[in-house]
């Protein structure tokens, strides 16, 4: 890839796991027992807010949430290549979001097949797959070198959007938006794809739903499976 010119595979992928992000969240907000599962501050707060009103079955499912995604990430951390190793960016993602993949794979097979309304350990093994999934892939989307973009948190995205656009409105940057600004939208829009494509299906009890974030990250998987191209 030559200086200054964006990766396209990487930003194409970095948008689809936007997607699956927000398509988890919502997700597992309402189908896991209004607990988040990609955004660890959003289910940190609700963390605090069940101790604090004394609601424990909330905050075992907040914990529960939290403790799987650092699981996910420290997983992460042990099945990709060596940083030094030959291509490892590239073999890192393809890894990962194969692993990530498999798991999202388990937790549609688990749902598809789970009594309808099925409560308790069920449910928590469903968010345990789930916050799994997105610890692995917060440490794939490192791995694309698309600096400043998240996957699974979108506040500094979102600053870095404003920023740019007040210097470039106000005078004080001259310099045209970069692709890279253009990358930051698309995760904003991938991430809220996702999370209206879920919301929609939800709504009309469709099992397509759970199939939204398996079917992001196969996508993205694609793109590292091809031969290299920018």
């Known amino acids: 890839m030559s200086a200054g010119r964006p990766d396209v595979r990487a930003g194409a992928a970095v948008t689809l796991m936007c997607l699956t992000s927000g398509a988890t969240d919502v997700l597992s907000y309402l189908t896991l027992g209004h607990v988040f599962t990609s955004s660890m501050t959003g289910v940190t707060a609700l963390l605090i807010i069940a101790l604090a009103e004394a609601k424990r079955p909330t905050a075992v499912r907040a914990g529960i949430s939290i403790a799987s995604y650092l699981a996910g990430g420290a997983l992460a951390a042990l099945v990709r290549p060596p940083k030094h190793a030959p291509d490892s ?47 692995i892939q917060s440490v794939a989307a490192r791995q694309t070198h698309e600096r400043g973009i998240t996957t699974v948190v979108l506040n500094t995205t979102m600053t870095g959007i404003v920023v740019a656009l007040t210097e470039r409105c106000s005078g004080r940057r001259t310099q045209p938006l970069s692709a890279h600004f253009g990358l930051k939208l698309l995760a904003i829009m991938g991430y809220a794809t996702g999370a209206l494509v879920v919301a929609g299906t939800l709504m009309n009890h469709w099992f397509a739903a759970d199939l939204v974030p398996l079917a992001a990250t196969c996508a993205a998987l694609s793109l590292y499976l091809r031969p290299s191209w920018a």
Request: hydrophobic share 55%; charged share 15%; glycine share 8%.
């Open 89 to 135: 960016a590239r073999r890192s993602v393809r890894r990962l979001l194969s692993v990530e993949a498999v798991l999202l794979a388990t937790y549609c097979l688990i749902a598809a097949n789970a009594p309808q309304g099925a409560m308790g350990g069920l449910r928590d093994v469903l968010i345990v797959l789930s916050a799994m999934t997105m610890g």
